[in-house]
């Protein structure tokens, strides 16, 4: 009789314990404002938080925290689309792919070893969900550049970087036919220039290309040309300067681009480029071509309409003149200077601001473009926290003495 007693006992406390937890577990759910939120809200959440890469492991362990992040962490495709083919995907996490809908991004960032296993996964999915590749390319990765020449028709956002360490020039093949690329990040990689799937971009990056990977001027102007959408065009550290131009014929009409960098690149790509854009939505301009020489460029309407407004985008500024080969360059910068990225892949750089070195050429040229353009900071009621003029001239430099009246 005492057993049983004790055996009932063992069984009330048992159950007074789950329904403790599972009443605690309640109430925190019900007086926590996260569980509140939408699943599709709170998934954006962890997604933000997370910026490294969620793995298997960690996922489950979101999913391990309360039925609410489970759920969330359960119907959120974006944690469970991105597929990194350099470990073996469980599978667990191969089954919730497969029965998921919607693009699958695969990424290979460190130097693989045996691919072949992800890839025979990967290949059983629907060709037409791979749609984007985070990869640094390898000479020794031949399973992934297998897989890439077969299935790109449908790959519409790359993000790739190519071994620093080895000299042959790497170039990623296209489909002929397939989906417009929208957002090409490339690292010391190059694609076919003159591939139609180069049209239609809203993202162009490419930095550090390599002699006889760069594409020519004519090359830039026909993808710029023919991608309208354009949001940001980042181009960095090209080494050969390549053909004068020969098929530009018109303005190039940019009119959602925000950001628009051109460092160390060869002069004759801002020279070319500049005067042709019409880009009002620019919040970001950075020039500095390779020889940090200032540029020669007219002081058209053009272009001080487009300096215009980075620099009404931002509250600090520095103008600085100096005297240059018996010219005078004036320097527009943000203060304090520009952040630059360096992060593959990274879409959402939100940075306003001015980078750039033009030729005045005389005093008389240094009025008429402050002339010009301070009109156009009143319109737009630029009202500047931080103003810095200075001047790095000379004695000796012509204009000296005019030159400080005027700023």
């Known amino acids: 009789m005492i057993k049983v007693l004790e055996n009932v006992q063992s069984l009330v406390n048992e159950e007074i314990t789950k329904r403790t937890a599972h009443l605690k577990r309640r109430r925190n759910q019900e007086h926590a404002s996260i569980h509140k939120?939408?699943?599709?809200?709170?998934?954006?959440?962890?997604?933000?938080?997370?910026?490294?890469?969620?793995?298997?492991?960690?996922?489950?362990?979101?999913?391990?925290?309360?039925?609410?992040?489970?759920?969330?962490?359960?119907?959120?495709?974006?944690?469970?689309?991105?597929?990194?083919?350099?470990?073996?995907?469980?599978?667990?996490?191969?089954?919730?792919?497969?029965?998921?809908?919607?693009?699958?991004?695969?990424?290979?960032?460190?130097?693989?070893l045996d691919l072949e296993d992800s890839f025979a996964d990967l290949a059983t999915l629907d060709p037409t969900r791979l749609q984007a590749l985070r990869c640094h390319w390898s000479p020794r990765a031949d399973a992934l550049h297998s897989f890439f020449r077969k299935r790109n028709s449908n790959m519409v956002n790359l993000a790739v970087e190519g071994d620093p360490n080895t000299m042959w020039p790497p170039r990623l093949e296209l489909s002929p036919e397939g989906r417009c690329l929208r957002r090409v990040d490339l690292w010391r990689i190059a694609l076919p220039w003159a591939s139609p799937r180069l049209s239609q971009l809203q993202e162009l990056t490419m930095e550090d290309l390599r002699h006889g990977q760069e594409p020519s001027v004519d090359d830039l102007y026909q993808i710029l040309n023919s991608s309208p959408t354009l949001r940001r065009i980042r181009l960095r550290h090209f080494q050969n300067e390549g053909?004068?131009?020969?098929?530009?014929?018109?303005?190039?009409?940019?009119?959602?681009?925000?950001?628009?960098?051109?460092?160390?690149?060869?002069?004759?790509?801002?020279?070319?480029?500049?005067?042709?854009?019409?880009?009002?939505?620019?919040?970001?301009?950075?020039?500095?071509?390779?020889?940090?020489?200032?540029?020669?460029?007219?002081?058209?309407?053009?272009?001080l309409d487009l300096i215009t407004s980075p620099i009404t985008s931002g509250s600090m500024l520095v103008v600085r003149v100096s005297g240059t080969e018996g010219d005078l360059s004036v320097l527009l910068t943000t203060y304090p200077p520009v952040n630059r990225r360096a992060v593959l892949g990274y879409?959402?750089?939100?940075?306003?601001?001015?980078?750039?070195?033009?030729?005045?050429?005389?005093?008389?040229?240094?009025?008429?473009?402050?002339?010009r353009l301070i009109p156009r900071l009143r319109a737009a009621r630029w009202e500047p926290r931080d103003l810095h003029l200075a001047s790095d001239m000379t004695q000796d430099t012509p204009g000296t003495r005019e030159v400080l009246p005027l700023l």
């Open 347 to 371: 879409w959402d750089d939100q940075h306003t601001g001015i980078s750039i070195r033009l030729f005045a050429w005389t005093v008389e040229g240094l009025r008429n473009m402050l002339d």
């Open 37 to 112: 939120l939408p699943y599709e809200v709170f998934a954006e959440i962890i997604l933000i938080a997370a910026s490294v890469d969620l793995d298997t492991p960690n996922t489950f362990t979101l999913m391990s925290v309360s039925k609410y992040w489970c759920d969330t962490v359960a119907q959120c495709p974006k944690i469970w689309l991105r597929v990194d083919v350099t470990t073996r995907l469980p599978p667990g996490r191969m089954t919730v792919i497969r029965m998921l809908r919607g693009p699958v991004e695969i990424r290979c960032l460190r130097d693989p």
């Open 243 to 303: 053909p004068a131009p020969t098929t530009i014929k018109g303005p190039l009409f940019l009119p959602v681009l925000r950001r628009l960098q051109f460092d160390q690149v060869p002069s004759i790509i801002p020279k070319i480029l500049l005067p042709l854009l019409r880009a009002p939505s620019c919040r970001y301009l950075e020039i500095n071509p390779r020889d940090w020489a200032p540029l020669r460029l007219e002081h058209s309407d053009t272009l």
